[in-house]
Nanobody
Framework: QVQLVESGGGLVQAGGSLRLSCAASGRTFSYYAMGWFRQAPGKEREFVAAISWSGGSTYYADSVKGRFTISRDNAKNTVYLQMNSLKPEDTSIYYC??????????????????WGQGTQVTVSS
């Protein structure tokens, strides 16, 4: 069983920064791609960023490209999301997730098999 625990959310003013962390249990963390998604009230969960198992490839939603950076430390079983230049529209619950094996897309919710409980990010204007 894999457990994912997010941390680092909070309240920040527009233009500010936050760094989210996602700690994973288990010995197979380094085998899998990881992703960040977000969900605002009344909206569908949407892709934010993803990173390959090695960290050599990263993928971003157009809405966050150039402002957010995903990274991972396989020795610490942790994936990070550095969020800069935050906007009020970034306000959401942010979830980290593990992409299941044998999938090829990074931005599809259904291709992720384990999810964290989420951490709230609120950006005030």
């Amino acid at each position: 069983q894999v457990q994912l625990v997010e941390s680092g959310g909070g309240l920040v003013q527009a233009g500010g920064s936050l760094r989210l962390s996602c700690a994973a249990s288990g010995r197979t963390f380094s085998y899998y791609a990881m992703g960040w998604f977000r969900q605002a009230p009344g909206k569908e969960r949407e892709f934010v960023a993803a990173i390959s198992w090695s960290g050599g490839s990263t993928y971003y939603a157009d809405s966050v490209k150039g402002r957010f950076t995903i990274s991972r430390d396989n020795a610490k079983n942790t994936v990070y999301l550095q969020m800069n230049s935050l906007k009020p529209e970034d306000t959401s619950i942010y979830y980290c997730a593990r992409r299941g094996p044998y999938y090829s897309d990074y931005d599809v919710v259904g291709e992720y098999d384990y999810w964290g409980q989420g951490t709230q990010v609120t950006v005030s204007s």
